[in-house]
């Protein structure tokens, strides 16, 4: 499930992903069939951040909770990515740091993903992902999504 990652929350817990992004540095040094092992485990563990911007979203008056509510009509804009190709790759977010890197005050909300969620998004909006494209990024194709999709921790 992908929800609206509140600023209240994000200031009482922030996503972070320390294990992921230290497995990806060592993977970039290593290039071993072990270390790439362990980041396929860590990819599937991890939840991502998915940034957008919402100037077209509207929220409408819940009767039934008395709170503000999204619209259904409304439009979240994903910010992607793009392979040397031209095909958009959805891209994900290890913790706040990485997307601010990267957005550089582009992003107007974020949500937190499973890496399912993550994998079956990209399955349908994108050719692939891109983790961290600022950092120690790591890029995975329609083939590498589908593995780690039929292989969950």
Known sequence: MIWPFASKL?????????KLKAVLTAHEQEQSPQSHLRLLQELNLAQYLMAAIDDEVKFIHNPKTGRPTVDPDS??????????????LLTLFTDHE????????????????????AWTM??????????????????MGE????WLQKHPL
């Open 10 to 18: 994000a200031k009482q817990k922030p996503l972070e992903n320390p």
């Open 75 to 88: 439009t979240f804009k994903l910010l992607m990515s793009g392979s040397p190709n031209g095909e958009p």
């Open 98 to 117: 990485e997307l601010d890197s990267w957005a550089k005050g582009k992003s107007s909300a974020s949500w937190v993903a499973t890496a399912q969620d």
């Open 122 to 139: 990209a399955s349908k909006l994108a050719a692939g992902v891109i983790v961290n494209p600022a950092g120690a990024g790591w890029v």
């Open 143 to 146: 083939e590498s999504i589908q």
